[in-house]
């Protein structure tokens, strides 16, 4: 549908209609930028962390007010997306957003009070998406095949459980004022996120061995596959050392134990994810072209640099540093290749919006040529 106004500029014809179609998951861009800013600081590269860590405090608040906008001008848009299997889950990547941003800035800035203000924030997002959205979809009427409603996007819901626990495990005082009972929560959320794993996983792996496959059902979000085990990883190898001195210390063992298989179903995927990427854009010549669910791509790459190099810490297994040196690079360049994208996309939406005053200055003769 075409919003028009006879009164308004191109540009804001051409920003109202984007506004109409934005994504939900559009919070994956403050994840993907929290998270590699993450990385980048534990490998060094301390002044690009340091930018990406102010320029996602611009993005993070940025995304609301687009968010809080879209909810104000296109209600009817919000609420179809609400009860869109495709759509949905989309809205799990604020939650992830805001626990990333939490742990990009207790990481980075030591910023504790920060960190335990995000946490909150981040549990009640996590608890209004959860039962929200699973509600919405559980009682809706008209539902699609399972081919139609399941992607990689549904994972999201995993990588938004496990970031509570990230962030919980990141801060240095125990969020909820009790070291036991803050462990025994942060356990629970990340043992509740490896099974909703386990849940969503399974249908999208029989949708890819028995139901029919195009190139265009391989969006990005698929990366999610890698990235949600990912996050569990690094949720587990934090939790592994919040628990010592703990009533749960003696699970110790089974922590580590399920955390090395979340990181090697993670690795798992890697090549798959790749091989797939090379048959849809070389082989079934998808064009590669800027994308925001490409964010969704971006943020696994980081967030496996991250839990490898924790893995790595927990296990006391240096040799597997080397590996999240190479997966921050290509976090970083990933990241930088899909902004430049953005920047395109905004640059188009700046040169429309001067080509809108020159014909409305045309129009009114302030620029027509003497007579």
């Known amino acids: ?18 506004l109409a179609v934005m994504h939900p ?9 929290g998270i590699v800013a993450i990385a980048c600081h534990i490998f060094g590269l301390r002044e690009f962390a340091a930018a990406l860590t102010w320029l996602n405090l611009i993005i ?26 495709k759509r949905s889950p989309g809205y799990f990547t604020c939650v992830a957003a805001t626990g990333t941003l939490g742990a990009q800035l207790t990481v980075l800035h030591d910023a504790a009070l920060s960190g335990q203000i995000l946490w909150w924030v981040c549990l009640l997002l996590w608890a209004v998406c959860t ?25 999201v819901a995993v990588v938004a459980t496990q970031s509570v626990c990230v962030l919980g495990a990141s801060l240095t005082e125990p969020i909820l004022g009790d070291r036991d009972m803050t462990a025994f929560v942060l356990a629970s959320f990340w043992l509740g996120g490896g099974m909703l794993y386990l849940w969503i996983i399974g249908l999208i792996f029989y949708r890819y061995m028995f139901l029919p496959f195009s190139p265009h059902d391989l969006m990005p979000p698929y990366w999610i596959n890698m990235g949600a085990v990912a996050i569990s990883t690094l949720a587990g190898a934090l939790l592994s050392d919040f628990v010592a001195g703990t009533v749960l210390a003696p699970l110790h063992p089974f922590i580590l134990g399920l955390t090395l298989m979340f990181w090697a179903t993670a690795t798992w995927w890697i090549p798959m994810l790749l091989v797939l990427g090379v048959w849809r854009h070389r082989i079934r010549g998808i064009r590669l072209v800027y994308d ?8 696994p790459l980081g967030m496996y640099s991250v839990c490898t190099y924790r893995l790595a810490q927990a296990f006391e297994l240096t040799q597997l540093v080397w590996i999240a040196r190479v997966f921050v690079i290509a976090a970083a360049v990933a990241w930088l290749l899909t902004f430049l994208g953005l920047a395109r996309w905004m640059l188009y939406a700046i040169l429309l919006g001067r080509r809108g005053n020159m014909t409305a200055a045309l129009q009114g003769g302030t620029l027509a040529p003497n007579r």
């Open 131 to 155: 039962y929200t959205i699973f509600t919405l979809l559980t009682v809706r009427e008209q539902k699609p095949t399972l081919a139609e409603g399941i992607n990689g996007g549904w994972l």
């Open 292 to 299: 925001p669910l490409y964010w969704g791509l971006v943020f």
């Open 25 to 33: 998951a559009y919070f994956a861009l403050a994840m993907a930028t």
């Open 1 to 18: 549908m075409a919003y028009r106004d006879s009164n308004a500029s191109p540009l804001a014809v051409f920003l109202k209609g984007r």
């Open 60 to 85: 993070y608040p940025a995304l609301w007010i687009l968010f809080i906008a879209r909810w104000k001008i296109f209600p009817d848009r919000v609420i179809a997306d609400l009860n869109d299997h």
